[in-house]
């Protein structure tokens, strides 16, 4: 495997944020698309450094959603807003036949992006996409409410130090999972310099990461979005747990089914946390692709 070079940070206002990416270079040729990474809710887009490394030949772009890493952003009420998000970088960065890398959120909305700017991904993987079966998304059921919020908005948010954030979660579920250095970037780059200048706090705010969990009903048209998206798509899905179980997959098992260009990859022998487990084995199933 080829050392990378370090990334450049690039900032785009849009949408009334200011939405941050990461852009490895990469040598250009009909053999090697751009991948464009997007994340899992209450991660950020360095995350993933440990995968994009096996890609030296590729561009990648990494994006930090709105509200995570070093996007700004407050909490949301409706998931349309990260699509527009994506759509507006993939039209900024002139996408055409790119590979859209998704995990869990950000995998939902590649796959609605997809959809609506049909030149800008020849191919999708999508490690365990939040899309849930249909009757998560015909219920009129409230999960959280501002009294009652998700439980991540509970989350520690000031950490004096990087050191002191990877010694507090290194042995606690789920990280103890994650792969080494991807648990260390995930601290390194997830923290930001205090607002008071004291210490550091969590670049995805608790409010900001319960908000996304809470509005996870909003695109409820998903289902029937799939459907009509032609890209090619990969679909892996991980083991299926309890509902409030992390690392359990939240994706319809019958999604694939329901989609003209799609192929289901049941690995029911990881978590969630897939590409956080293995890196090196979800970059496999990436090329596996190109």
């Known amino acids: 495997m080829l050392a990378r070079s370090a990334p450049k940070a690039c900032i785009l206002p849009i949408n009334g944020i200011e939405l941050s990416y990461f852009d490895w270079e990469g040598e250009a040729g009909a053999d090697n698309p751009v991948l464009l990474v997007a994340h899992a809710t209450g991660f950020h887009a360095r995350v993933y450094d440990a995968l994009i490394e096996h890609f030296p030949q590729h561009r990648v772009i990494s994006v930090d959603q709105r509200g995570h890493g070093r996007s700004t952003g407050d909490p949301i009420t409706h998931w349309r807003v990260l699509i527009d998000d994506m759509l507006g970088l993939a039209e900024h960065l002139g996408l055409i036949g790119a590979i859209g890398i998704g995990h869990s959120m950000g995998a939902h909305v590649l796959l609605h992006a997809a959809s609506e700017n049909k030149a800008a991904f020849s191919q999708l993987v999508l490690f365990d996409p939040v899309v849930l079966e249909p009757s ?155």
């Open 136 to 290: 998560y998304y015909a219920s009129t059921e409230t999960f959280f409410t501002p009294e009652n919020p998700h439980p991540t908005a509970k989350r520690k948010r000031d950490f004096a130090s990087i050191e002191a954030m990877i010694e507090r979660f290194r042995d606690r579920d789920p990280y103890d999972i994650f792969a080494p250095r991807v648990f260390e970037d995930y601290c390194r780059y997830g923290l930001l310099p205090a607002a008071n200048g004291e210490g550091f706090e969590l670049a995805c705010a608790p409010e900001v990461e319960a908000s996304i969990y809470a509005s996870s009903r909003t695109n409820s048209g998903i289902l029937d979005i799939a459907t009509k998206v032609q890209t090619p798509t990969l679909i892996v899905r991980a083991k299926q747990l309890g509902m409030m179980d992390f690392k359990g997959s939240p994706t319809w098992p019958q999604l694939a089914s329901t989609m003209p260009n799609a192929t289901d990859l049941d690995r029911s022998d990881r978590t969630h946390f897939h590409p956080f487990e293995d890196p090196a084995d979800a970059a496999k199933i990436i090329a596996s692709v190109l």
